[in-house]
């Protein structure tokens, strides 16, 4: 059961689709106090809370502040309270009490979960203007599918889009892209695509190819096409402002760009230097943006990444004329700690700075808005743009699509992945942990940068991400430049490597078909485990074992020179320890806890009780997978208890 209640007069996000009536009674559960904008609730000393897809720390939310605030923040720290996304939803569950919540604005809001005071849960507005969604029901499973069916189905990919993806910030020509995948052919460690970052482009432009970079793009892209690789580029939210260039002179010519209160347009900095940002809020604008993908889709081009649309700023123009200004008082000065501190922040402060987000303007469904009232819809409604032009430009056939910032409602468009992250064990934590509060949002095709982005990986840690990997619809190894290179043929131990991501194409059958059963039930991929068995008070603890999908249960190893760990089973499970698709060891596994080996090369997949695990022999390809040819890992069932979703993987 839900129920919608309003708070002011908000501002409308299109998230919800389903149109409810407004009820008239106060909000039921939290208290407001008439003097601030904030809704409160006194927690239990039970009450878990879960949810707000991408954010820091555990699976459990309580004991932190979290707030709204799409942030393009390369430190994924515990202390962050924003990252990329702004995911509003949670349940509550606790003994006495469960709900759901979902809080749609799209400014800012944090949710104050046991921070300020230990057992006070406070949701504190900027703008005191809100839809809330309250929703009933009788499990925290029950509640995420009533959410999920008020927000419109997730999206779904192309299935070549489960196969594995090699990505680096710097691959600066053809031969590089070239060798990458004769590389991982050589050595029979399957691939179905490269990454192109910002280097195709030319000079950072949106829509053009360097064609000194790759001087036959057309040619290129079906010399990969007939070897069965995807080339996915990159697309940025700033347009350059450059005389000439045809993306920018449409978007002057038709007045599509964001404006400053004085009615120009916004000069920001961002890869190509100076850029103007598209409105993508505005519907005319979001359509034009959205048909210039064409000009990569006519090169047969079939995936994107959306990036830098929180948006990311370097700097604006107006911004730096005063920082220039604000350091003459420093010129010629004996610096002591003070004044040298305040000069960096005047410098340091020029990235993503929040005066820059109220500097300029959107126009949206008729109306202006400055942008941060409207901040946490932009990068959604870049990967709006871009979904809906796919609809009429490529009726037929999926397109992949996935973006860095986002907000519910964008999860029908496109998918995520979580941003720039370090290759540090704890980040391979938090990636699994991110993964049940994506699931939840309805951001079913989401995954990390497999290794970490920042940072140089070690290729124990590579190979412990890699093996939780194999799990994330999203399955894409990427890093910046200046950091260790990380493809998996740069390391010793290449045969496992192989023999690992061979085995995520032995799973692509049983991923594709429990997220296709997600997508059309409102269902989860990732589940904690409490979402299963509510009434283990153990299982409310364990925030390091996921379920994926119907059947198997995971317990990712994430500690530096570990060759175990500690399992919780709530129930008698039979574990497969896989070193690949045909070596395994098999073990009935009872209810309680467990030390578990497993070397460097060995994942940890435990198979429920009553259920199957399809199993498809190794292809180097996602289509070349064959689905005559499954063989199934049961525990007290048989494979005819496995409901197989099969479709062809490319149509809409
Ligand atoms: O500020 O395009 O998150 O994946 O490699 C860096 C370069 C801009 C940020 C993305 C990252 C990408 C990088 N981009």
């Excluded at 927690?43 to 954010?55: F, N």
């Excluded at 720290?77 to 990252?83: A, I, P, V, W, Y």
């Excluded at 991982?184 to 064609?211: A, C, G, H, Q, W």
């Excluded at 919780?568 to 060891?585: A, I, N, V």
């Amino acid at each position: 059961m839900i129920k919608k209640y309003r708070i002011g007069n908000p501002i409308e996000t299109d998230s919800v689709i389903t149109s409810i009536d407004i009820e008239n009674s106060p909000i039921p559960y939290f208290e407001t106090a008439s003097d601030k904008k904030e809704l409160t609730f006194k927690m239990e000393k039970k009450d878990r809370i879960y949810g707000l897809g991408e954010t820091v720390r555990g699976i459990n939310k309580r004991g932190f502040i979290y707030t709204s605030n799409c942030s393009d923040d390369p430190i994924h720290t515990e202390d962050k309270r924003s990252l990329y996304a702004a995911q509003n939803f949670f349940v509550l569950w606790g003994k006495e009490k469960g709900f759901g919540m979902y809080v749609d604005t799209p400014g800012q809001v944090s949710f104050d979960i046991g921070y300020t005071d230990k057992d006070t849960f406070s949701i504190i507005f900027e703008d005191f203007d809100a839809d809330i969604y309250i929703i009933r029901g009788g499990s925290i499973k029950d509640i995420v599918k009533q959410f999920r069916g008020i927000i419109g189905k997730s999206y779904v990919p192309p299935r070549w889009a489960f196969g594995f993806g090699q990505s680096r910030w710097s691959y600066m020509n053809e031969q590089e892209v070239r060798d990458v995948v004769e590389n991982y052919d050589k050595l029979n460690i399957p691939i179905d695509s490269v990454y192109l970052d910002i280097d195709y482009m030319e000079r950072y432009k949106d829509f053009t190819i360097d064609d000194e970079r790759f001087p036959n793009f057309k040619a290129f892209v079906k010399e990969m096409a007939d070897k069965g690789i995807h080339l996915v580029p990159i697309i940025d939210a700033g347009v350059k402002i450059e005389e000439g260039y045809d993306i920018y002179e449409e978007g002057i010519k038709e007045d599509y760009f964001c404006k400053k209160e004085n009615g120009e347009n916004l000069v920001a900095a961002v890869w190509p230097g100076k850029v103007h940002f598209p409105d993508f809020l505005n519907e005319d604008a979001r359509y034009w943006f959205g048909n210039k993908y064409k000009f990569l889709l006519d090169y047969g081009i079939d995936g994107f990444w959306n990036d830098m649309n929180e948006p990311a700023i370097f700097y604006t123009e107006d911004h730096l004329k005063e920082v220039f200004e604000q350091l003459k008082d420093y010129e010629g000065k004996n610096l002591d700690i003070r004044s040298f501190f305040k000069m960096q922040d005047i410098v340091g402060g020029l990235e993503n700075n929040e005066e820059d987000y109220r500097r300029f303007y959107h126009d949206y469904k008729g109306k202006r808005y400055r942008h941060d009232k409207v901040h946490n819809i932009f990068g959604y409604n870049m990967t709006r743009a871009a979904g809906e032009a796919f609809e009429r430009l490529s009726p037929d056939k999926r397109i992949l699509m996935f973006s860095r910032s986002s907000y519910i409602g964008m999860h029908r468009y496109g998918g995520v992945w979580c941003g720039d992250n370090k290759s540090w064990w704890s980040h391979l934590l938090l990636n699994i942990q991110q993964m049940p509060a994506l699931s939840m949002c309805g951001f079913l095709y989401s995954g990390a940068d497999v290794g970490g982005f920042g940072a140089d990986v070690t290729e124990d840690l590579l190979m412990r991400w890699v093996e939780f990997a194999i799990f994330t619809p999203l399955f894409r190894n990427h890093s910046a430049e200046g950091t260790r290179r990380q493809e998996f043929y740069r390391f010793s131990e290449t045969d496992s490597f192989k023999n690992i991501v061979r085995l995520r194409y032995s799973l692509i059958p049983y991923l594709y078909s429990e997220f296709m059963k997600a997508v059309n039930s409102d269902g989860m991929l990732f589940t904690p485990l409490c979402f299963e068995y509510p009434d283990d008070d153990m299982a409310y603890e364990v925030e390091d074992q996921l379920f994926v999908g119907e059947s198997i249960m995971v317990a990712p190893i994430y500690k530096q020179n570990a060759t175990g760990r500690y399992v919780y089973l709530p129930e008698e499970m039979k574990l497969c320890r896989f070193r690949s698709y045909d070596d395994y060891d098999v073990e009935i596994i009872g209810q309680g806890h467990h030390y578990i080996e497993a070397e460097l090369n060995e994942i940890l997949v435990f198979i429920r009780k009553g259920h199957a695990l399809p199993l498809a022999v190794p292809t180097d390809r996602t289509e070349k997978i064959d689905y005559s040819d499954l063989k199934y890992e049961c525990f007290e069932c048989d494979e005819k208890d496995y409901e197989l979703f099969v479709d062809d993987g490319i149509s809409r």
